[in-house]
């Protein structure tokens, strides 16, 4: 099925976006085609040391043309805005739709985790929610995909031959099978399709 059908066929109400190694180039290169009109909420985690505040929000909200901000604790999550979580903290979302923060144990040595972010971003939006996992050298990322497939959710993956570290997507690949792989071009074409039939 091509992704127009599937965006047609599957509306979804947010996106959540995981990435290591390799992810503010590839991040940089999927957001900044988006429209200042794009709707749906993007929720991402890039693997950050747990020593040094994120700049993410900074350097992002200087090239795209939707809001960008760090989530912050209880905030309510609203479309149109791509939010960053912030070092040392895993961020989860609740199924009221806001943003809670988690000093619990690093997943995959990492906090905070794709893992954790998707797995409740699962809970809270189940088959309308579309998790996208980018290039990273770890496992991070695949069972939060898994259990967003498991909920009906749309599951993609960047083509690993793309990827600048290919580990984070083959994991994926090896443990679900998504709904695509596509090239950053691809799944920049697809989030625009999803925005035009979002529900």
Not at 2 to 28: F, K, N, W
Request: charged share 20%; glycine share 8%.
């Amino acid at each position: 099925m091509d992704t127009l059908s599937t965006a047609r066929q599957h509306p979804v109400r947010a996106v959540v976006i995981g990435a290591s190694a390799g992810g503010v180039e590839a991040l940089l290169n999927l957001l900044t085609g988006l429209p200042a009109d794009f709707r749906l909420p993007i929720i991402a985690v890039l693997h950050l040391p747990p020593d040094r505040d994120s700049r993410l929000a900074e350097i992002f909200q200087h090239r795209l043309p939707i809001a960008v901000r760090e989530a912050a604790d209880k905030e309510a999550v609203a479309p149109g805005t791509v939010y960053f979580a912030g070092s040392g903290y895993h961020l989860l979302v609740e199924t009221d739709h806001s943003f809670s923060l988690s000093c619990e144990a690093p997943v995959h040595y990492s906090r905070p985790s794709i893992d954790v972010l998707m797995e409740s971003a699962a809970d809270a939006w189940g088959a309308a929610l579309a998790g996208i996992l980018l290039t990273g050298a770890n496992y991070d990322g695949a069972a939060g995909l898994a259990k967003i497939r498991r909920q009906g959710g749309l599951t993609v993956v960047q083509d690993p031959a793309e990827a600048q570290v290919p580990t984070m997507p083959e994991a994926a690949i090896r443990k679900l099978q998504p709904s695509f792989i596509l090239p950053l071009s691809g799944i920049r074409n697809l989030l625009l399709e999803l925005d035009q039939h979002s529900c």
